[in-house]
């Protein structure tokens, strides 16, 4: 089994910044592709970024690119999520996931075999 625990949760001002942590432990060799999702009050868990540990491949949703980074550190089984300019509709739950490989359908919650338990983040304009 894998376990995730994320940290760096919290309330920041429109433009700020924020950088969330994800460990994974247990099993990590089952967690080569780890990412982040977000879930907002009363929406749909939508896809923010993933890295793969095989190639250092990573991908981003179109309204994070150019203001979120993706990096790990892979001594650690950790993976971060530096955001930058935050908008007050980047507020919402982020959850880290992770499953064996990104593949190509790596925006698909569902493919995702482990999760942590969310943090909140929330931007005030």
């Known amino acids: 089994q894998v376990q995730l625990e994320e940290t760096g949760g919290g309330l920041v001002q429109a433009g700020g910044s924020l950088r969330l942590s994800c460990a994974a432990s247990g099993r990590t060799s089952s967690t080569n592709c780890m990412g982040w999702f977000r879930q907002a009050t009363g929406k749909e868990r939508e896809f923010v970024a993933v890295?793969?540990?095989?190639?250092?491949?990573?991908y981003y949703a179109d309204s994070v690119k150019g203001r979120f980074t993706i990096f790990r550190d892979n001594a650690k089984s950790t993976v971060y999520l530096q955001m930058n300019s935050l908008k007050p509709d980047d507020t919402a739950v982020y959850y880290c996931a992770a499953r064996l490989n990104c593949g190509t359908n790596y925006q698909m919650a569902p493919q995702y075999n482990y999760w942590g338990q969310g943090t909140q983040v929330t931007v005030s304009s």
């Open positions: 890295s793969s540990w095989r190639g250092g491949s990573t």
